[in-house]
Nanobody, 124 residues
Framework: QVQLVESGGGLAQAGDSLRLSCAAS????????MGWFRQAPGKEREFVAA????????YVTDSVKGRFTISRDNAKVTVYLQMNSLKLEDTAVYYC?????????????????WGQGTQVTVST
């Protein structure tokens, strides 16, 4: 069992930066690939970024490539999503998720554990 708690969301202006954090507790965090997903009002949950167990492999969706960076600190049992050059379309609830295995995946159904989400709102 892994418990995940996201933080760092809030209100930002277009072009600003935010850093989301996801603190994990429970079973060994370092064994799990981690992902960030988001869900905008009226839309399905979509993949944003993922990182493998060691942090040596990352995968980000095209819409945020070059703007968002995922990283992890296994010593602090935390995964981060650095979001730069925010756009209006980045407005969503952002969820952290953990896979039961160490490899990255963009598929939400392959993640077993989810946080409660943190709201990110980008305005002009």
């Amino acid at each position: 069992q892994v418990q995940l708690v996201e933080s760092g969301g809030g209100l930002a202006q277009a072009g600003d930066s935010l850093r989301l954090s996801c603190a994990a507790s429970g079973r060994r965090f370092s064994n799990n690939a981690m992902g960030w997903f988001r869900q905008a009002p009226g839309k399905e949950r979509e993949f944003v970024a993922a990182i493998n167990w060691s942090g040596g492999s990352t995968y980000v969706t095209d819409s945020v490539k070059g703007r968002f960076t995922i990283s992890r600190d296994n010593a602090k049992v935390t995964v981060y999503l650095q979001m730069n050059s925010l756009k209006l379309e980045d407005t969503a609830v952002y969820y952290c998720a953990a896979r039961p295995v160490g490899a990255v995946s963009p598929r939400p159904y392959e993640y077993s554990y989810w946080g409660q989400g943190t709201q990110v709102t980008v305005s002009t």
